[in-house]
């Protein structure tokens, strides 16, 4: 059975740093590509970070590049997004997602076969 399990979300204060993990299982990680979206309140859900574990190519949407980084431990079949300088605009649920294939549009989330439940991020002004 796929899983993908995120975790490290919490309450911080603009400027702040929070990195999320999302632990994979039951599929073979090193083929996958895992991308992290998010939703907030009454907006639709956003990819805004990709990794593909294949060949470690690393993707970004403009409203986080330089500011969040993902990385992949393929011994942990885990990856992790790093995330500085946050802003309350960064307050949403955070999940990953996971593909067999690296997605042209990486960021379109039908795309995707495997979710996990989410972890909240709230960045507070």
């Known amino acids: 059975e796929v899983q993908l399990v995120e975790s490290g979300g919490g309450l911080v204060q603009t400027g702040g740093s929070l990195r999320l993990s999302c632990a994979a299982s039951?599929?073979?990680?090193?083929?996958?590509?895992i991308t992290w979206f998010r939703q907030a309140p009454g907006k639709e859900r956003e990819g805004i970070s990709c990794?593909?574990?294949?060949?470690?190519?690393?993707y970004y949407a403009d409203s986080v590049k330089g500011r969040f980084t993902v990385s992949s431990d393929n011994a942990k079949n885990t990856v992790y997004l790093h995330m500085n300088s946050l802003k309350p605009e960064d307050t949403a649920v955070y999940y990953c997602?996971?593909?067999?294939?690296?997605?042209?549009?990486?960021?379109?989330?039908?795309?995707?076969?495997?979710w996990g439940r989410g972890t909240q991020v709230t960045v507070s002004s």
């Open positions: 990794i593909s574990n294949d060949d470690g190519s690393t």
């Open positions: 039951g599929f073979t990680f090193d083929d996958y590509t």
């Open positions: 997602a996971a593909s067999s294939i690296l997605p042209f549009s990486w960021y379109t989330d039908y795309l995707y076969d495997h």
